[in-house]
């Protein structure tokens, strides 16, 4: 029997994906950049870690340090005030958290975005999911390198006073799920509605395909 759950990013918890693109198209218009980013554009961006990548890979460089920064701040604003209208667990996420507690497993929030990023999601979850039911929530203060990295997770198994056998973690993309894996943690995927994955990704054992079932990953 494992000793903690690992919900390992903002994505495992909710579906931000469609809120995150209509924010940076606004930010692109906001900014006269005239391109805009469609739904298969944007799953194909989202293999590429963090909101600043994804624009420079996608203007081949065109745009500037200080533009690419000024777009990124505009659509974190826009996308703050998305969250706040209203967002929702995704399938059986708050099942899988009250079940925890009531197990009595360490419980972990491993994502390594803002504090102001995370506060957001908070507030836009405050209906829904008691954030002091989590032992541990980490940021990128806690850590140097981002996901894919191992840093954020080996960081959460000291806090935890846990080892990586007693732990599950529960990603949604291959790229967070290879930061657990990389610590020796088992690891589901969870890919959200924008995922990137095949029939390769579905096949594994350690897929889960549209409800977090916390019963089929203790074992």
Same mark, same amino acid.
């Given at each position: 029997?494992?000793?903690?759950?690992?919900?390992?990013?903002?994505?495992?918890?909710?579906?931000?994906?469609?809120?995150?693109?209509?924010?940076?198209?606004?930010?692109?218009?906001? +900014?006269?950049?005239?391109?805009?980013?469609? %739904?298969?554009?944007? #799953?194909?961006? =989202? *293999?590429? !870690?963090?909101?600043?990548?994804?624009?420079?890979?996608?203007?081949?460089?065109?745009?500037?340090?200080?533009?690419?920064?000024?777009?990124?701040?505009d659509k974190q604003e826009i996308f703050e005030t998305l969250v706040k209208n209203g967002i929702e667990p995704r399938p059986g996420c708050l099942d899988a958290i009250k079940?925890?507690?009531?197990?009595?497993?360490?419980?972990?929030?491993?994502?390594?975005?803002?504090?102001?990023?995370?506060?957001?999601?908070?507030?836009?979850?405050?209906?829904?999911? +008691?954030?002091?039911?989590?032992?541990?929530? %980490?940021?990128?203060? #806690?850590?140097? =390198? *981002?996901? !894919?990295?191992?840093?954020?997770?080996?960081?959460?198994?000291?806090?935890?006073?846990?080892?990586?056998?007693?732990?599950?973690?529960?990603?949604?993309?291959?790229?967070?799920?290879?930061?657990?894996?990389?610590?020796?943690?088992?690891?589901?995927?969870?890919?959200g509605e924008f995922a990137t994955i095949d029939y390769r990704d579905m096949a594994e054992e350690k897929f889960i395909p549209d409800m977090l079932e916390l019963s089929k990953?203790?074992?």
């Open positions: 029997m494992k000793k903690a759950l690992l919900l390992g990013s903002i994505g495992v918890l909710t579906e931000t994906s469609e809120l995150q693109r209509q924010a940076y198209n606004q930010a692109l218009k906001a +900014n006269d950049i005239h391109y805009r980013w469609n %739904t298969g554009t944007y #799953c194909k961006l =989202l *293999q590429e !870690p963090g909101g600043k990548k994804r624009l420079s890979s996608f203007d081949g460089g065109i745009l500037s340090t200080e533009k690419i920064t000024k777009i990124h701040n079940k925890c507690k009531k197990l009595g497993l360490k419980l972990g929030f491993i994502t390594t975005t803002t504090p102001k990023t995370i506060a957001v999601i908070k507030e836009g979850l405050t209906n829904y999911i +008691n954030f002091d039911d989590f032992d541990l929530i %980490t940021s990128d203060e #806690c850590v140097n =390198l *981002q996901k !894919p990295n191992p840093e954020a997770y080996k960081y959460a198994l000291r806090k935890l006073e846990i080892s990586a056998s007693d732990a599950v973690a529960v990603e949604d993309t291959k790229s967070n799920q290879s930061a657990a894996s990389l610590c020796g943690i088992d690891c589901y995927l969870f890919p990953i203790l074992d």
